[in-house]
């Protein structure tokens, strides 16, 4: 089955660390989506991509998060300096886009799950 | 942009019987998309239903059937003869001109 593929699965880090996040996106989708997950604001759309272009990450702190697709196969997202504020789940998922609307299926990784001390 | 609000933090179900998670929503796009997804422990997001805002026909997966009122912009899942496996978290979703929006979801606990 294709799937959505995330890396790490848990990550634990101490404040200030860099964390680099992965998703590898199913085979021949367009679009990549990063959402955050946490209990009290749910899941908050951080970034996402159509054909490897960043098309809106304004749901991203600016100074600290930045994502990017180095190629088709490949997503990040990475955190510098990481603050324990960011501990959260962190699911990446792509879809395929026909139309201008949003209206394609999601298919999510399993998430990595980060803890910043 | 969207708005989707899920007023039941947690339900509970008796095995084999039938529960309905509320989902209400805002938007003023003309045509968009709604979803349900659950989540079980193990933390994946799961697809259970889609319906297109422009079908009147409620959508339909097996054991799962939407209540769509686009009137009153509420989107209501429908879980028949529940089992063990439906308990999770289930987020109710839309989409239009930006990408998906979830709710804040709905623990469901289903009881042998």
């Not at chain 1, 404040?15 to 209990?39: A, D, K, S």
């Not at chain 2, 008796?14 to 209400?24: F, H, K």
């Not at chain 2, 933390?43 to 959508?59: F, G, P």
């Not at chain 2, 979703?93 to 623990?107: E, Q």
Request: with cysteine.
């Amino acid at each position: 089955d294709a799937r959505v593929t995330q890396t790490p699965r848990h990550k634990v880090t101490e404040m200030g660390q860099e964390v680099t996040m992965r998703c590898q996106p199913i085979l021949g989708h367009n679009t990549v989506f990063w959402y955050r997950q946490t209990m009290m604001q749910g899941l908050e759309l951080l970034a996402y991509f159509r054909n490897r272009a960043p098309l809106d990450d304004s749901g991203m702190p600016k100074d600290r998060f930045s994502a990017e697709m180095p190629d088709a196969t490949l997503a990040t997202l990475k955190i510098q300096p990481s603050e324990p504020r960011d501990s959260a789940v962190y699911f990446c998922a792509s879809g395929l886009a026909t139309t201008g609307l949003w209206n394609e299926k999601l298919f999510f990784g399993s998430g990595t799950q980060l803890s910043v001390l | 942009a969207q708005t989707v609000t899920q007023s039941q933090p947690e339900m509970s179900v008796q095995e084999a019987e039938t529960v309905t998670l509320s989902c209400t929503y805002d938007t003023s796009e003309s045509d968009y998309y709604l979803f349900w997804y659950k989540q079980p422990p193990s933390r994946q997001m799961i697809l259970v239903i889609r319906q297109e805002a422009y079908k009147q026909q409620n959508a339909t997966e097996n054991r799962f059937s939407v209540n769509f009122q686009k009137a009153a912009k509420s989107f209501s899942l429908k879980i028949s003869d529940s089992q063990l496996g439906d308990a999770a978290m289930y987020f109710c979703a839309a989409s239009g001109n930006t990408p998906l929006v979830f709710g804040k979801g709905t623990r469901l606990s289903v009881i042998a």
